[in-house]
Every structure is written in structure tokens, then in C-alpha cells.
């Protein structure tokens, strides 16, 4: 499975921006993690294969949306009111296990896009 990550790039606060993250492949549990500076890689959002379930991480909550087009092999992140604490380089990650509820650490996903930049301004 490779995983390609897009979308990317320099806002101001309040701002939104859509991600995308092209997989080729078959994929189960599809999530974002972001990493800013400094920082340990965190979770944002996961998706079941079906897109029926998701999970964020409390930091995005009622702001980021997750979603997938399984016949396009695609995942999104709709990210809205954007904050300057949301500038991070953002990966996309995928797992061909099943996992429930839907995993927020690293170690349960196997393949991982090369990260896309996202940069926030106040």
C-alpha cells in the first residue's frame, strides 16, 4: 500500500483547507496524524473502512471532518476554523487491520504517507 498525501499550504486563522490522501491499495482503518515542531506525532482522525465510524483527537473536535471515497481509494480531512496550533506537517496512515474501535496511536497503522505541510498564521 502506498499513500500519498496533499492539499497542504500557508493560511491565516479561521481559514479552511482540505487534505487529501491518495492510497493505492486495500485499506481498512485509514487515519491522520500531524506532527508540529518539537512535538510528538499526534492523532487527529481516524476512519473505518466504510466510513461509518470515525474518531478524533479532543484538539479537532467539532472543527476537522474525516471522510473517504472508497471508490476513488481517497481520504480527506476537512479542516475549518483553523488555528496558528494547527500548523504541524500533517501524514496520512493506513492499516489493512480491522481494528475497533478505530485506532489513535501509531503503532496500529502499518503504511504512511510522506506528510504534508500545513502552516497557520495568526
Known amino acids: 500500500v502506498q499513500l500519498q498525501a496533499s492539499g497542504g499550504g500557508s493560511v491565516q486563522a479561521g481559514s479552511s483547507l482540505r487534505l487529501v490522501c491518495a492510497a493505492s491499495?486495500?485499506?481498512?482503518?485509514m487515519g491522520w496524524f500531524r506532527q508540529a515542531p518539537g512535538k510528538e506525532r499526534e492523532f487527529v482522525a481516524g476512519i473505518s473502512a466504510s466510513g461509518t465510524n470515525t474518531d478524533y483527537g479532543d484538539s479537532v473536535k467539532g472543527r476537522f471532518t474525516v471522510s473517504r471515497d472508497s471508490a476513488k481509494n481517497q481520504l480527506y480531512l476537512q479542516m475549518n476554523s483553523l488555528k496558528p496550533e494547527d500548523t504541524a506537517v500533517y501524514y496520512c496512515a493506513a492499516s489493512v487491520v480491522g481494528w475497533t474501535p478505530i485506532p489513535t496511536t501509531q503503532d496500529r497503522y502499518t503504511y504512511w504517507g510522506q506528510g504534508t505541510l500545513v502552516t497557520v498564521s495568526s
Open positions: 491499495g486495500r485499506t481498512l482503518r
